[in-house]
């Protein structure tokens, strides 16, 4: 769309820049490098297991039957108003699929009765009924048949993998042969700038799902899209309907240029609002961003986000060659995330090193999610560490709203010695004649049982809480979220977690702290109004995901919400819980209600 740029066809034995073309499916440039996703369907890991492992094996299949269907929820929430009548009744359909207790009911009998594994006795059900329908002389009951083959898909993906991770590099640009609405969704949220199809159309769901989120995107690209490497550096044009390998440098110099002039990838207009997130009955939720990187705060007006509710600072050090940025250039972060929040400004995580977050120069730990992570590392190195990073809060909160959160509290006196630490920089910054703000809010992270548990007394003594579910949930279920082996047993709606989220809500409320959500759980669709019903402030979710949250807070009642939320803390497991949310989002989100 404007710049000429050559177009060689195929492959080029040289290295030099090729140009493979497409269709446009959704309009603008991305610029990186490319990631070659393979969209096939695994192999089960085995084909038998042994008589005592049935158990685990029947709950490894309920627990990728129950990703599966939260997949699908959160597609239909984002593309509900995207997509025609006909694509609607197609994603229930799908849903319907995963409740199918003949379909399913087969799958368990061969798993107890021939010892086969989850993905074996569920690929042998699926194909044999995926051969019935294809036979089958109905025109709708065959359609049916490419359903299977996704369902199939996911399934064993999350069999293979127990909680389905995906590692991408940032700002990369997926190749593949197709992509399904759910993958580019899971994609999006993991560093995909744009997407390259050599199947699908335009009007296929994954490119409806890419068009939603402003993804530039291509699709029905040449055979030479198998000449795509992982790591070749592209450029994706969604307006000309190419990708562009190994680009020249004049021709990235070009396509940089356009990128800058363009508004840079966000969501559609159908989905992007500046209206906030009231539910039906007028309690008003605020939905925030959580962000990584300096590049995502482009994405923040096209989210619709509310400020900033979660800044990480770890990449900000990890990216520093020396691995402590200066105060100079934190205050310039700090200023430019905050200018970017707009009136709602931002919160600033204080740097969080440990645990699963890789710390450079720290001793190896044999449980490292215990060990010397967060305020710990903190406080042990004042100097070099935290004293620096608050004086930078100090000096940009001055020009713009700010507010600092504090990781991995346990202990009392950890905030009593931050807020000293506080007021001896605010002094020391007034001698210097340095502009500083005088009152910078201070909240912490409930994610520590603990702090939980003594809500009432920490809301004395900090401005909000931030309650973050991935590690409360991890030390409240003695589960490590990041080992396959038992990641089956994490969720966040079990009720022990779902409790201490209400008393970390109601000790804050008494004191007139706000109380916010900032982990996966925010961004879950089935656990999102189960936070709204315990009277949670904000949920802070990536960009990407709330306009889904948005959508999905307008069309329900928060009083009905309570209702599933205090089923929630009544009841015995996390299944039970997961199971009532999914029937409860499926019977009030996608009503004629949701005005979008």
Known sequence: MGDAVPTTGSADASGGERIIPGTGATAGVAIGSAYRYDASVPDPDREQIAADEVAAELKLLADAVQRAEQEIDTTRMLAHESLETRDQDIFEARAMMLRDEELFGAVRERIREQKESAGTALKRVLQRHRARLEESDDPYLRERTRDLVDLEKHLLRALQRGRVRWRIEDHSI?????????EVLRLSRHGMLGCVTEDGGATSHGSIIADTLGIPTVVGASEDIGTVSTGDPVILDGDEGRLIVNPSPSTVDRYEQRSAEQEGPGLSSEVKSDRPAVTTDGQVVGLRANIDLEDELRRLESSGAEGIGLLRTEML???????????????????????????????????DLGGDKHFPSGPEELNPSLGWRGIRVLLDRPDDLLRPQLRALLRASAEERLRVLLPMVTHLEEV?????ML??????LSREGLAHSADLPLGVMVEVPAVAQQAEAFAEHVDFFSVGTNDLTQYVLAVDRSNDRVSDRYDALHPAVLALVQRAVEAGHGMGCSVEVCGEAAADVQAAPVLIGLGVDALSASPQSLPILRRLTRSISAEEARGLAEDGLDATDAETVRQRAREWVDAHAFSPADSG
């Open 174 to 182: 997926v190749v593949a042969h197709s992509l399904t609405a759910t």
């Open 317 to 351: 050090f990890l990216a520093d060659q020396e691995g402590v940025p200066s105060e100079e250039r934190q205050v310039q972060v700090y200023r430019k995330a905050a200018a970017a929040a707009g009136d709602q400004g931002a919160t600033i995580r204080l740097l």
């Open 416 to 420: 009593r010695r931050v807020r000293a």
């Open 423 to 428: 007021a001896e920089e605010q002094d020391r």
